[in-house]
DNA sequence: TGGATAGATTTTTTT
DNA sequence: AATCTATCCA
């Protein structure tokens, strides 16, 4: 039985499966078979008498553990071990043990959301002004104070300038505020338990001795508030093995200290340390330019990387001309190679630094008609209608969250303003009670019209039938919230086809709800809420479809792709123009550039076969277009360079027509000039130099557009213009074609003059707005008027 | 009270 | 370029 354990394996990874007691650190390079390891690992303790309810095993995310979890069942059936990640683990230690030091069972689980609007109230509470730029930076230091462990007397002492003076003061009051409405916002899942571990030696050992093995998976990628958890509940039953790779640490921006991985020895001296060198996932051209890459770290050991795959293909580095080229190259690439039967959708993934790069990518695989899902947050739970029966929940399992009960005490509308609800926190904070408490008793509020007074009572025993409902399971209580409430009857009265789609959504909640009662053995509402708030963007990725995946580098982490293209490997994108040292960091750039190094490091190292980088000469951002200078990392793989071959996909130079700046090409902003030849040269020698000079972006000199009289006949009169048709007057209820989207239908039409702005519901492609006149929009049916 | 409009704002990455 | 927010008006 045991021998089946241990197959497959070779004689590193088997040591690590079998080692017995005592600290174990397991130094995992790049697809060495870490998670092959680790959960061979929990299977062949099982299998060694060890009781499943004695290991407890951490992962980075909800996807990781599940997939543990389905891997240690497969091997073990049965086997009920506890697999979660470092915040759910939290969310249970409060839960289960929070009464010993006054932490209520039923808290609420805030999310960034929440947590502004609470901070927003703490920063008032402080005799400050809240604004958009000091909520972020408060929340950041707060945030920042919580996953290192400082309490807020600790942070007091250590104020130093104006702004921590500040939120010192505010620090406190948020925490206060976070406990009267009896929530957790994400740090607390951690900091919590972290600080009653280290104070309550009662619950310390008590809760050591629960769990005699613990594995924690990702451990480069741990912050202080982890690394106490782990250390506490691993002093008198030291048997915790931890797996990472201080190569692909890249959550220094959240807390994590690569230090936790590499003082791991002196934490634990008797530790025993095994190193998975050999890759088994990429061809040795990757891995060549990858090593070339992570060498230039300093503060690193230095570890190569060894394999015996074959050298396969070399690695492509490409420049385009533009941002969008570089997607539609990508997208053509990807269609050619499908095409051609070599290699399905899903083999590939494209990678980005931001967000925002996904953008174009969209729609160059609309175009080139490319399925492909973007692994982002589940922009499902965004959604307001689901946001506002999700904090119908909340408010039902904890009468005390006042964000929830912010959020849809007029939702539907109820005829309850802000002047009544002022009047009414006033009352609420002068008695120390939750506003739905002070709702109940309305009529004691001085200054509340009857109205008002009558509207909240109502509400207040809306909400109290509902909670006497609390034990239903998730999806029978939604739907109860949406007849109680109202919110039914408010949006299938409305007519707008908007609020249809709205009620659509909401059903689809009541599927997910039930899928969640259907794989949880104690489901409950509060577990359910528990489950939105902490799913991960990677959670979202489905790798059964046949799409191409487009992430962040950060999502990356942890899988792998036989094709991989990491796009816009340019100054100020990757690395960010935060890390860089002209960028708004703080004096440790160099600090930053290694972890952007690393992040560029997971990237490539998630490729299997091919790997394609690429950047561009120009990119747009925001409205703007600069000349991108290429990747510092691009440069630093020289090293390696019998491993590459470059492309410049860049259009032949145009003649440099001497006053171009003077004449612009109308084509410009008619949208028309993709035609070769017609676009307005560009400067070559006094621009961007060609490898990393100044790590800045030289600003590029685009002809200003010249405003241009709008009227037909002056636009006739001009003979350098062809007549233009005036666009046509959509109007809403239209059904119109847009370039890249397709079909859609018009919802809305607002502003003015070249700012008019409309709003469609594109049949695949969700609802977007556009600038009238920027849009390529095409007229299909006509609504009714 | 809500709706429309003009004006400001985007600050990497995420549990 | 697109989205969020403050402000004004019906």
Known sequence: ????????????QSDAVTHHDGPLLILAGPGSGKTRVITRRVAWLLH????????????????????????????????????????????????????????ERNFTVYDMDDREKLLKIAIEDAGLAPSASNVNSFGAAISKAKNQLITPELFENSVHDYFTQCAAKVFPRYQKRLRESNACDFDDLLYVPALALQKDKDLRSQLDNRWHYTLVDEYQDTNKAQYAIARELNLDHPNICVVGDPDQSIYRFRGSDIRNILDFERDYPAARVIKLGENYRSTRNILAVADALITHNTERKPKPLVTNNQEGKPVRITLHESGDQEAESVAQKIADAVEAKRWFYRDFAVFVR???????????????????QIVKGLAFFERKENKDILAYLRLMSNPRDDVAYLRIVNEPARNIGKKTLDTLAQFATAKGMSLLEASR???????????????????????????????QPPASAVTSVLDKSGYRKALSESGLSEDQERLANIEEMITVAAQYAATTPEANIQGFLENVALSSSIDGYNKDQDCVSVMTLHAAKGLEFP????????????????????????????????????????????????LYLSHCQERSFRGVTRYALPSRFLAELARARASIETVDRQAPRQRISHDYENEPDPHEWFGEGNEPGTKPPRPVSHSAPAFPGSPSF???????????????????????????????????????RHQTYGIGLVMELSGMGALRKIKIRFQTAGIRSFILDKAQLELVVKGRS
Do not use: C, W
């Not at 309305?442 to 409902?469: E, I, Y």
């Open 1 to 12: 039985m045991s021998a089946e354990l241990l197959e497959n394996l070779n004689p590193e």
């Open 48 to 103: 060694n008498g060890i009781h499943p309810s004695r290991i407890l095993a951490i992962t980075f995310t909800n996807k990781a553990a599940q997939e543990m979890r389905d891997r240690v069942e497969a091997l073990v059936p049965q086997a009920k071990v506890h697999i979660s990640t470092f915040h759910a683990f939290g969310a249970r230690l409060l839960r289960e043990y929070g009464s010993h030091f006054g932490q």
């Open 354 to 372: 931001t967000n925002a790069l996904t953008r174009s990518l969209e729609s160059a695989f609309i175009q080139a008609r490319v399925p492909f």
């Open 441 to 471: 008793r309305a009529s004691l509020v001085a200054g509340l019209r009857p109205g008002a007074v009558k509207a909240l009572v109502d509400f207040s025993r809306m909400m109290d039938d509902l909670r006497s409902q609390i034990d």
């Open 563 to 610: 094709v991989v293209f990491m796009v816009a490997m340019e100054e100020g994108i990757l690395p960010s123009a935060f890390a860089l040292p002209s960028g708004q960091g703080d004096m440790t750039n160099s600090k930053e550039i290694e972890e952007e190094r690393r992040l560029a490091f997971v990237g490539m190292t998630r490729a299997m076969k091919e």
């Open 698 to 736: 030289v600003k590029k000199r685009v002809p200003e557009p010249i405003k241009i009289p709008t009227g037909p006949s002056l636009l006739a009169a001009d003979p350098t213009h062809t007549p233009r048709v005036s666009p046509p007057a959509f109007k809403e209820g239209n059904t119109v």
